[in-house]
């Protein structure tokens, strides 16, 4: 079993940063995709960013690209999101998704563990 712990949330105002982190701990995988997805109040929950193991291959909703970042420590079985110029719009509960399989994927269901999430609130 996996265990997925986010960390980072909070409050912020527009324009401002944050950087979340999601630990991996139990059975971790080498090989397996990464990412993160966020869910506002009455919304489904989306496909934020993910990557792939080696890190080479990421991929973005369209609405953060130029603003988020996201990048793994292997070595700490840790994957970070970096969200500059933050929004209201980027408003939600921020999770972390691990994947078995090394290819990364928009899908949900791609993923196999889940975090608890992390509250992100962005003022105007």
């Known amino acids: 079993q996996v265990q997925l712990v986010e960390s980072g949330g909070g409050l912020v105002q527009a324009g401002g940063s944050l950087r979340l982190s999601c630990a991996a701990s139990g059975r971790t995988f080498s090989s397996g995709a990464m990412a993160w997805f966020r869910q506002a109040p009455g919304k489904e929950r989306e496909f934020v960013a993910a990557?792939?193991?080696?890190?080479?291959?990421?991929a973005y909703v369209d609405s953060v690209k130029g603003r988020f970042t996201i990048t793994r420590d292997n070595a700490k079985d840790t994957v970070y999101l970096q969200m500059n110029s933050l929004k209201p719009e980027d408003t939600a509960v921020y999770y972390c998704a691990a994947s078995k399989r090394p290819e990364i994927s928009r899908d949900r269901d791609a993923y196999n563990y889940w975090g608890q999430g992390t509250q992100v609130t962005v003022s105007s």
């Open positions: 990557i792939n193991w080696i890190g080479g291959n990421t």
